[in-house]
């Protein structure tokens, strides 16, 4: 009886290391891709100045996207909180980005910007910032990965480069 039940024991113990192996094999593969937002559209946005040179903003964008064929986002959704003192700031939230077959990814960042006024009254928002994908819907619902992003906004537009490193 001891016999077969240790017969027993070392065939589960083989079974569960090359299901173990197999599993691995079969481990997601990490991807880097890059992408741009090249247009930006306001959908609300919500302005309160405190006190002069202190601005709190919360506001939702649709920005337009062009991703590579293999990780094809074709819009991001913005959902963001910015506070900005003397022109520096902080912005941070989640944002959730729409591939061309409609699923879904999303994720947080977090970033500094910094606001710069010149002669004449021109302005633009120079700024950056690190983001982290936490979930997914269909071919992306079990999307991992961190990236960076990089930025500059006029009156005239966005144009912001991503980078990130993602399994799924």
């Given at each position: 009886m001891n016999t077969v039940l240790a017969r027993i024991g070392a065939v589960t113990v083989v079974t569960a290391?090359?299901?173990?192996l197999a599993g691995s094999a079969y481990a997601a593969e990490k991807k880097r891709f890059k992408w741009a937002?090249?247009?930006?559209?306001?959908?609300?946005?919500?302005?309160?100045?405190?006190?002069?040179?202190?601005?709190?903003?919360?506001?939702?964008?649709?920005?337009?996207?062009?991703?590579?064929a293999d990780f094809d986002i074709v819009e991001e959704r913005v959902f963001d909180q910015s506070e900005t003192v003397s022109?520096?700031?902080?912005?941070?939230?989640?944002?959730?980005?729409?591939?061309k077959s409609g699923d879904t990814a999303t994720q947080r960042y977090d970033g500094t910007h910094k606001v710069v006024v010149k002669a004449g009254g021109a302005w633009e928002v120079v700024y950056e910032g690190t983001f982290e994908y936490i979930?997914?819907?269909?071919?992306?619902?079990?999307?991992?990965?961190?990236?960076?992003?990089?930025?500059?906004?006029?009156?005239?537009?966005?144009?912001?480069?991503?980078?990130?490193?993602?399994?799924?």
């Amino acid at each position: 009886m001891n016999t077969v039940l240790a017969r027993i024991g070392a065939v589960t113990v083989v079974t569960a290391v090359l299901i173990g192996l197999a599993g691995s094999a079969y481990a997601a593969e990490k991807k880097r891709f890059k992408w741009a937002h090249t247009a930006r559209q306001t959908v609300s946005e919500t302005k309160t100045t405190p006190y002069p040179d202190y601005e709190l903003t919360q506001g939702v964008y649709s920005d337009v996207v062009k991703g590579p064929a293999d990780f094809d986002i074709v819009e991001e959704r913005v959902f963001d909180q910015s506070e900005t003192v003397s022109g520096n700031g902080r912005h941070r939230g989640t944002a959730i980005d729409t591939f061309k077959s409609g699923d879904t990814a999303t994720q947080r960042y977090d970033g500094t910007h910094k606001v710069v006024v010149k002669a004449g009254g021109a302005w633009e928002v120079v700024y950056e910032g690190t983001f982290e994908y936490i979930s997914g819907t269909g071919k992306y619902k079990n999307i991992k990965g961190q990236g960076t992003y990089r930025g500059r906004m006029t009156p005239d537009g966005i144009a912001e480069e991503d980078e990130a490193e993602v399994t799924y």
